[in-house]
């Protein structure tokens, strides 16, 4: 299996920066999807980004295009989330995947088939 843990999270001010971080230890995921989704209190998990394996496509949910951008290197097997412009409404708990095909279910959590434990973003305004 593939285990993936996320780093990078904290408290931030509004109008900020974080970048969030996924290692993935023991198959590689150098062909795999990967996706970032969040959690907030108290709703449903949402969709924020996801890449394809080359990271010649990436794809956006609407509430943090251009604001969001989501990368990945191979030969490190990391994923990144570089987070700018951070909102309030930002806040949740962020968790990185891994789906082994590409389809157009990217947006989609069932359609992962690793997931992280996830690392708690706040922020403040």
């Known amino acids: 299996q593939v285990q993936l843990v996320e780093s990078g999270g904290g408290l931030v001010q509004a109008g900020g920066s974080l970048r969030l971080s996924c290692a993935a230890s023991?198959?590689?995921?150098?062909?795999?999807?990967m996706g970032w989704f969040r959690q907030a209190p108290g709703k449903e998990r949402e969709f924020v980004a996801a890449i394809t394996w080359s990271g010649g496509s990436a794809y956006y949910a609407d509430s943090v295009k251009g604001r969001f951008a989501i990368s990945r290197d191979n030969a490190k097997d990391t994923a990144y989330l570089q987070m700018n412009s951070l909102k309030p409404e930002d806040t949740a708990v962020y968790y990185c995947a891994a789906d082994r095909t590409w389809g157009d279910s990217y947006y989609v959590g069932a359609s992962y088939d690793y997931w992280g434990q996830g690392t708690q973003v706040t922020v403040s305004s």
């Open positions: 023991g198959r590689t995921f150098s062909r795999y999807t």
